[in-house]
């Protein structure tokens, strides 16, 4: 059951939290991002109405509910892992192997799609692997993805795009700012405002990373980029440092757990569409298909 499955998971995040003490190892370890876990621990936290963790000098220490459910769910996972051993034991039909490649936001954002097709494919082995968008297309255009979760615009002519059309299926960008920098007073932000201004920006694998070149050469200047990193959370940290400001996916600001920040929508609406990506004259394979299925569905739950 695709539940009982979806549990199991949040148990196993739960446990490799608290035994790394922290959310960034935790998030090394099991291979996924760091607001996944975020999330994950959200919701046990919320489905049994308590805290699990309290901040003690950087590091993450159990509360007397954490400490709990952390020596009944070892059990607990101890068994269940056991059983899906057992159970792959005794099959002798071979695993059919799907790479995907998606963005942080679109991981979080497509998880419950993503954990469904797991939960009820055991056999199939569904390899996820996480980038910016403009990476995935070169990857897709390689031949190391099968099928690419990306944003617009397409950058690859080796490759077909298709737009998804449901919700979750567009980003906005938004401004990240200090709550002391001179923009923070501003209920909106232009794209000239940013003139001079210090930048903390995404690589250019990621779609943002490009844009604010190009939105900025647009209006004849060029962005003052004096910070690049891959992961989102990384670039919030450092407007503080850099004194700069961030541009970023305006949805990550329900998951950010960050102090003494504003995000502040831009004027001029930068809104991206999400496709699902294939390469270009490769017929895509029937378990590739169904994955899309469930990425497309509006009530996967109901499947």
């Known amino acids: 059951d695709g539940e009982v499955f979806m549990e199991f ?9 608290a035994n790394k003490r922290s959310y960034s190892l935790a998030a090394k370890e099991l291979f996924v991002t760091q607001p996944t876990l975020t999330l994950a ?21 159990l509360t007397e509910s954490g400490q709990m459910l952390y ?3 070892i059990v607990l996972l101890k068994s269940y892992n056991n059983l899906i051993d057992e159970m792959n034991a005794s099959s002798e039909e071979s695993r059919e192997v799907l790479k995907v490649g998606l963005t942080v936001l679109f991981a979080i954002q497509y998880m419950e799609e993503i954990s469904s097709f797991i939960a009820r494919h055991p056999k199939v082995e569904l390899s996820l692997i996480q980038h910016g968008s403009k990476q995935l297309q070169r990857m897709v255009a390689n031949g190391d993805l099968d099928l690419g979760l990306l944003s617009f615009p397409q950058y690859e002519k080796n490759i077909v795009m298709e737009p998804i059309e449901r919700k979750k299926a567009s ?5 990240v700012v200090p709550s002391n920098h001179p923009l923070g007073d501003k209920e909106e932000i232009t794209i000239e405002d940013l003139k001079d201004v210090r930048i903390s920006s995404l690589s250019k694998n990621y779609v943002l990373g490009n844009e604010i070149f190009v939105k900025c050469r647009e209006r004849g200047f060029e962005p ?3 910070f690049a990193d891959d992961n989102w ?3 919030v940290k450092s407007i503080e440092i850099f004194d700069s400001v961030a541009i970023l996916p305006a949805e990550f600001e329900d998951i950010s757990q960050f102090q003494n920040t504003k995000w502040i929508p831009l004027a001029e609406k930068m809104e991206y569409k999400v496709g699902i990506a294939h390469k270009k004259n490769e017929d895509i394979s029937e378990i590739g298909k169904l994955f899309i299925d469930y990425i497309l569905s509006e009530n996967i739950k109901k499947k």
């Open 224 to 226: 003052n980029i004096v």
């Open 41 to 61: 621990i959200k919701k046990l936290e919320k489905e049994f109405n308590t805290t699990l963790f309290e901040q003690n000098n950087r590091r993450l220490e």
């Open 71 to 73: 020596e009944k769910g």
């Open 233 to 235: 959370t990384v670039l």
């Open 171 to 175: 980003y906005v960008a938004a401004i």
């Open 9 to 17: 998971r949040k148990l196993n995040y739960f446990i490799t939290v």
